[in-house]
């Protein structure tokens, strides 16, 4: 069965720090992964994703992740936050083989400015 | 171009009464997916349906359904309502053709149970 594991619920940094989220997923099979953020008040939307290719996957507003397939990770990265950047983040995967894409528990970030 | 609509935005229900979502998907999607998001829990999957037919099904009890028009407009209902049905119901859309589709999100009907 697939899952996802995010291993920190709430985060807190101030400007300018690095951000690191962990992503662990489970399942017997190729994937694709996927990033989402719902900023306060708007939609979920996706941050970034992976199906093929360098491991090493850019996306919006400066952020970026990186797939071990070893590790079974993704986990997502940013250099140096923003107030703007305070949101949820929920880490996805979807088998290669199907159309259910199952989220991690979300991790929420909160940047002091 | 018009984004997912779900409807009702709110709903306020009681222990023991049905309740019926709706979500039009974004034209030109056929597949439309529900997730059930609660503090602490996330996004639980409940169903994926692409073109009239139920493809993906989640680990919810029988008393979680839903179906698709052909049009790919898609209701979820849910039965005998208990306390821990209190969520933010999410509709997703995607064309349904390739797996390394995104979802694109509606912004959910919040259903309290009394």
Known sequence: AQSVSQHNHHVILSEAASLELGCNYSYGGTVNLFWYVQYPGQHLQLLLKYFSGDPLVKGIKGFEAEFIKSKFSFNLRKPSVQWSDTAEYFCAVKGTGGFKTIFGAGTRLFVKA | ?114
């Open chain 2, 1 to 114: 171009k018009a984004g997912v609509t779900q409807t009702p935005r709110y709903l306020i229900k009681t222990r023991g009464q049905q309740v019926t979502l709706s979500c039009s998907p974004i034209s030109g999607h056929r597949s439309v997916s529900w997730y059930q998001q609660t503090p602490g829990q996330g996004l639980q999957f409940l169903f994926e349906y692409f073109s009239e037919t139920q493809r993906n099904k989640g680990n919810f009890p029988g008393r979680f359904s839903g179906r698709q028009f052909s049009n790919s407009r898609s209701e979820m209902n849910v039965s005998t309502l208990e306390l821990g049905d209190s969520a933010l119901y999410l509709c997703a859309s995607s064309f349904g053709t390739a797996t390394n589709e995104k979802l694109f999100f509606g912004s959910g009907t919040q259903l309290s149970v009394l």
